[in-house]
């Protein structure tokens, strides 16, 4: 009686956060590495230095530096980590600033020596590029952290 539910949930889950969509293809790769998290209880922010990684030819790499803040239930510490998600746009014409823009969604992160967590996070410039709504982090701490994030990026040039 209870597996239907579950199950039910897992496929709405599964179909709300996938990123395939007719008038989007994946254009490269947003890698960000972040500064060391303090959980305050209530929330957390963290600075980020991103690395976009363009797929195209000819191969380009943009820089970023963002800000993520959570909001809900954060205890612990953990050391800097990586965030990576594919990024998906509407056309081939990736700039310098793209991907600036904000991108709000849900996270959770558990830690205990090495730790994992995900991050469903939509948004961005102008709508016409988007991150892979779910992402993995990776960390070392001992932490517990669930709520609401918002990532956002600004342009930092061409390297």
Known sequence: ????PCIAACVLLCTAASPARA???RVGRLL??????VGLVLGSAQSLRCTFFYARRPPRQYIYEGRIRRVGLDLGVTSAGSLSWAVFAK?????PGTLRGSYVGASGNVALGPGLGANVLIGGSRRSVMLQP???ERSIGINLAVGVTNLTL???GRR
């Open 1 to 4: 009686m209870i597996r239907f």
């Open 23 to 25: 008038d989007a293809f």
């Open 32 to 37: 960000c590495l972040s500064s060391p998290r």
């Open 91 to 95: 056309n081939s014409r990736v700039g």
């Open 134 to 136: 779910l992402s993995i």
């Open 154 to 156: 600004g342009p930092r």
